[in-house]
């Protein structure tokens, strides 16, 4: 049977974009069980690594996003460019002392998109499949993230990640905000644990519009419709026209009707003939709408009773629901 934890450590986890943490000292801290891990600009090489420092425990980070050190305020033992610095070292043992160093998690990219594992049991290209050259390419049309959002799912992680694969309930429950798109029926591709949908916008009046603003784009290879993408466990990116993309992590919490999730909006490749700002509003729109969405999955998540949940069943799951049937398929083949 494998665990929450087995899936976290042994796989590979989208965890941000380079472009995310363009600055020496930006950081992100995410949660997932009872750990927090840290993704960290190091003088522009990325670490990975537990929030916890190595000397008695206490966290380095409180913040879910910004700009800092990697400082303990406990004893003062800091970490920069790639050294432990730690004061009066003379008063440890030496044999001790000089194995001291951060708790680190293995690092892997695609394309500009910045994958860890604690301990992988594939290689990251493996891990993807085809979904390796999709995602390298639409990792270079992005720059920057317009969002962060986080908050705790009263629900469990497999709850939420079906929803995320489930296009059937769109009409109901997101009837005011993505269902505006009035998306097509999916068409899905499924590269080993991973899966593609791609829909188009069948309201023409938002198609026109959003065909209008390709100019202000500089964005190649995009999928021109709505684009769901699926990462084995915790993760979907989504898209519309790839003007932004949402990064979604859902991440397993020690509680098992709890899921610690965090959106990011990151923001498409702007024109250079066009000032920096001119799609704030865009992007602040489209995120507002997105809150919207994860607000109305999550109140629906919380409402599935809990022991109805039962990995081995595909009774009464339709087409649109095809997504969660591969989705239980693989986790029974892993022995969940
Ligand atoms: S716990 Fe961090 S320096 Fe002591
Ligand atoms: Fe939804």
């Not at 790639?82 to 002392?97: A, Q, S, T, W, Y």
């Not at 009409?171 to 949908?197: F, I, K």
């Not at 190649?220 to 915790?234: A, K, N, R, T, V």
Request: include cysteine; hydrophobic fraction near 35%.
């Amino acid at each position: 049977m494998i665990t929450d934890v087995e899936l976290r450590n042994n796989y590979w986890h989208l965890l941000g974009h380079r472009t995310e943490l363009p600055e020496a000292g930006a950081f992100l801290k995410l949660n997932w069980l009872s750990d927090e891990v840290v993704v960290f600009n190091d003088h522009g090489e990325m670490l990975v690594f537990d929030n916890l420092c190595p000397h008695r425990g206490t966290r380095f980070f409180n913040e879910p996003y910004g700009k800092g050190v990697v400082s303990c305020p406990y004893h003062g033992w800091s970490f920069q460019s790639g050294k432990l610095h730690i004061p009066c070292r003379d008063k440890f043992k030496p044999e001790e002392i000089n194995e001291a160093r951060l708790n680190t998690l293995k690092v892997d990219w695609c394309g500009d998109f910045l994958f860890a594992s604690i301990q992988p049991a594939s290689g990251l290209e493996d891990q993807l499949g085809e979904s390796y050259a999709l995602l390298a390419s639409i990792s270079f049309n992005i720059n920057g993230r317009a969002d962060f959002n986080s908050y705790i799912y009263d629900c469990n992680w497999k709850i939420a990640i079906e929803n995320g694969l489930d296009s059937l309930h769109t009409p109901y429950v997101h009837a005011e905000s993505l269902g505006r798109l009035s998306l097509s029926e999916p068409v899905n591709t499924y590269h080993r644990a991973n899966s593609v949908a791609n829909f188009k916008i069948t309201d023409a009046s938002v198609e026109k519009k959003l065909r209008l603003i390709s100019r202000m784009f500089n964005i190649s290879d995009q999928h021109e419709g709505y684009q769901s993408i699926y990462l084995f466990p915790f993760t979907m990116l989504t898209s519309t026209f790839g003007y932004s993309y949402s990064l979604q992590n859902f991440f397993p919490s020690q509680e098992s009707n709890k899921t610690f999730f965090y959106s990011r909006l990151l923001k498409g490749c702007l024109n250079k003939n066009y000032p920096a700002s001119t799609m704030d509003h865009f992007f602040a729109s489209t995120a507002q709408v997105n809150r919207q969405v994860f607000e109305e999955d999550h109140a629906i998540c919380k409402k599935i009773a809990p022991q109805f949940y039962d990995v081995k069943s595909t009774q009464f799951l339709s087409v649109d629901e095809e997504k969660i049937i591969h989705f239980r398929k693989i986790l029974q083949t892993l022995g969940a």
